[in-house]
């Protein structure tokens, strides 16, 4: 894979975030990881996370990096490596990465959707990866949500079904199924379509009733899988402005995945940038700008740092000002 080239023109620089979710998170407008956020507690923790494609389903030693280099030479991809991060309650982290880089397989890895090859997944202080497929269920019923890119609807039922579907799944009462899906509807403002059919939704409506399934559920933890890169750029800023919205509302706790630094930038509290399976950097927009970990990351925030240096706009303090003795290298997650 080869890191991306800073030959394309700057891109505008990203719009500052709504002032009730800059005051939510405290630390990342001025105070850096000194602020309140970094005293609470941590929802998802990922220790030494490995997922390798090997033929045959061969068991590969990941301690062993004779074992693994091995495995790679005779074909098996190795999506995640080693990758170790902490999410914090209330926040929205997001993983970007080029196409391949293994962000996808990493978020599939938390609700075992791909089964990882080594390491441990806690979220809440329970382990996923120890789960058995009883318990597995009840996880992605009632921890978890998820918003993928291509929707996931149902086609044969209506809109307020398709919000309702997980709880039915969960076993709740209808009439708290029903109240649950509409409440969720009126969030993202689509309940006047509740008794429409998805064919009859834009691609950006349909993407608001993947969100409202997964804020029905009311889960602890909401994975968001790349939800807005199938839409054209203006719906795509609308649901960031909606995201955003809805995260000062209702504080959840998201791991948000994209390709797209601008969209990184905008909407995430902190950041984990991946390259062939590895994390390389971890850390807010402002100390990844600062401070990139190495090469690819300088690469990948050049044009945010030049455009902000030339338009001083919203992001001028964040690619200029020095970080201070709070900041750091956002190498440890």
């Known amino acids: 894979m080869t890191a991306p080239t800073p030959t394309k023109a700057a891109p505008a620089v990203p719009a500052s975030r709504p002032a009730a979710t800059a005051a939510r998170q405290g630390g990342r407008d001025g105070r850096g990881d000194g602020g309140s956020d970094g005293r609470r507690p941590v929802l998802l923790a990922v220790q030494n996370l490995w997922k390798i494609y090997a033929r045959h389903h061969r068991r590969i030693d990941v301690r062993d990096p004779e074992a693994v280099a091995r495995a790679e030479s005779q074909g098996a991809v190795v999506a995640v490596r080693d990758a170790t991060l902490r999410v914090r309650r209330g926040e929205i982290f997001v993983v970007m990465g080029l196409s391949g880089s293994g962000k996808s397989t990493l978020v599939r890895c938390l609700l075992r959707l791909v089964e990882p090859t080594a390491g441990r997944i806690l979220v809440d202080g329970e382990d996923v990866t120890a789960m058995d497929a009883r318990q597995l269920t009840a996880f992605r019923r009632h921890k978890v949500a998820m918003v993928f890119q291509h929707y996931g609807l149902l086609p044969h039922r209506t809109v307020l079904e398709n ?91 998201i791991v948000f995945i994209t390709h797209d630094l601008q969209e990184a930038l905008r909407l995430g509290d902190r950041l984990a940038i991946m390259r062939a399976g590895r994390i390389v950097q971890v850390g807010r927009p402002r100390e990844i700008i600062q401070h990139p970990a190495d090469d690819y990351v300088r690469r990948f925030v050049r044009d945010v740092r030049e455009a902000a240096a030339l338009a001083g706009g919203t992001l001028r303090a964040a690619a200029l000002e020095p970080v201070g003795a709070e900041g750091g290298s956002g190498l440890v997650p």
């Open 163 to 253: 919000v309702a579907f997980g709880l039915r799944l969960r076993g709740e009462p209808r009439r708290v199924q029903l109240e649950r899906a509409r409440a969720a509807l009126a969030r993202v403002g689509l309940e006047k379509w509740a008794d429409r059919h998805p064919a009859a939704l834009s691609g950006g409506m349909r993407q608001r009733v993947g969100i409202a399934r997964a804020l029905a559920r009311d889960a602890d933890l909401l994975l968001m899988d790349e939800p807005f890169s199938g839409l054209d750029p203006l719906i795509r800023r609308e649901l960031q402005d909606e995201l955003l919205r809805l995260q000062a509302e209702l504080h959840k706790t």
